[in-house]
């Protein structure tokens, strides 16, 4: 018989709330003959407060027994910025290998965008999830004087760019449109954008039917705004993918509807699935947060199992309430829950 | 009596055409008692494949000589990417200093934005420009083999992140509304972060009557198409700056109106003035080009030569030729121009 034993890391703000609907709506997706088995675990900022820990070696060790792991979100205004991003978040997806970043943009029906003309977005960004200028690599002399030089370093790797970009390769080709767009700014960042280029065109070769093209990151923020259609999959590195999926969350819905997946796609590691929002502390407590990111973060991490069909149930649910919204008066976190959770369980 | 010693780059593409206007605008809009003098220099494609030559020694040293450059457009497909980038535009702003660039976004009435609701935008990105990651610095190992590593390193000083800060400072001290947001990537960018934000902070104790706000830059992307409006002055590092910028062009009214400013503060060195817009070969040469953006360009570098009221009549011309388009056929390049030059000597 099938199961999964999952890592759940409520963490901080409104991640309580929403993991609690994710989980929800995961149970009543599930077969009858899958075993779902979940552990809880304490992140973010009080256990910080109470510890000082972020995530110890032990830790890392327990979550490494699980098959996927399920984030709410972590982030608090009493920790000072930096110390849970990168002592949690960043840490983990590079002890994971959490090589591909995924995240895709879908302005689903009913859903409001800031951009005039209900644009048809459909597209995935691939970001590279274990360098670039995310490494910590820099440094800095001669702090707090007049005389101050701070340095941080992009790390790019022909084994890291390979596989990401193969990675993407791959998701194209089996989207209907085959279209790959690598995002970068290769007229500047001569050394990692030469780096980049040349392994996207070689990797190009073997994947005859996908149409490729590329663009400078600063352009790509003009089309995203202005023909959002035209992409597809976006493959790119770290902080290009950090910028533009945030942009491609506010363009297709926001970052309420915006899931993510940190995946290590040989499987030596298990993947993390978060939304991609915050821990909204003004809102947390309060039943005002939208689960469904949260949501759509678990059928990304179904899909991922190999619970297609599953994961596509809740996808599918995920749109029917979201087109149903419209003119109805707002709901509670649990009450978007509920009602998805009926909804992939008929 | 006084005289302005202009440097003309029309460049490539549609520069020649661009420029063209934006001197008729410049040459209609002084008083009789400035002497406009001008001198056409040849630089970007066509000058690269004569000679080889990007920007040599003795060009910088004759550009010197001048009070401003006007700079229509560098680039073309023929050249491989970043030659002339890197080559010349970049080689300029390194050489002359240009730590401030100045890009203002205001979405002004009758212009198209992809965004609903027509927001009130107007604010203006102060982005460094002579640090960051655009410095060259980095480098690759085992070019071309499964072990390549290629590294782009971010370079912060004290000095040029103070110099931009305060510029910001004083800029948005000036507006009606007296704000300033730092934007960055202080949580992951943790030394240039920290830098940044700990000048930023202590500059602020000077300047107590702007109200400031610190935003990393994927956040800043999502405000800037949902709340636009919020921005007054913002001041971030070369990279974050360049990718915003294109993102704040294209919301309001897209890069055919979109002006930016090269400017070494001290006037040690000329400043120079350019549309954001590229050289669009694709339209080339027929007259299809919109010359605003180094109209408004002219005006930047007017006021940067302390010809406000002249600087103001442009930007007056602009706002009504713009206004009046609406349910109007296009105009050519020189039509747009001619009516500008027309209304400001009026
Ligand atoms: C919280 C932060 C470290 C993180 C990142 O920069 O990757 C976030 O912005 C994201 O996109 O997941
Ligand atoms: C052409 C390129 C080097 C340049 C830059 O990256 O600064 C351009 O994008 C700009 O914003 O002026």
New interface residues.
Partial sequence: SRSINLAVIPGDGIGQEVVAEGLKVLSAVLPQDVKLETKEYDFGARRYHATGETLTDADAEALKKHDAILLGAIGDPSVP??VL??GFL?KLRFLFDHHVNLRPSKLLPGVET???GQPAIDFVVVREGTEG??T?????I??????????????????GV?RVVRDAFARAQARPRKKLALIH???????????WT?IFNKVAEEFPDVTTEYMH???A??Y???QPERFDVIVTDN?FG??????A???SG??GVAASGNINPSGEFPSMFEPVHGSAPDIAGQGKADPTATVLSVALLLRHLGYDAEAARIDEAVSVDLAERTGKPARSTSEIGDALAVRVAG
Same sequence: chains 1, 2.
């Fill in positions: 910025s930096g991003e990168r960043l800031p951009l005039k200028p995310y910590g690599n820099g440094g800095t001669r702090k707090g004087t007049p005389h101050e030089v701070a340095t941080e370093v992009s790390v790019n790797t022909a084994f390979e700014k290769n007229n500047v960042l001569a050394f990692a954008g030469h780096l040349n990151v600063d352009a923020t003009i995203l705004v202005t902080l950090d910028i533009i999926t945030d942009l969350a506010a363009v926001g970052i």
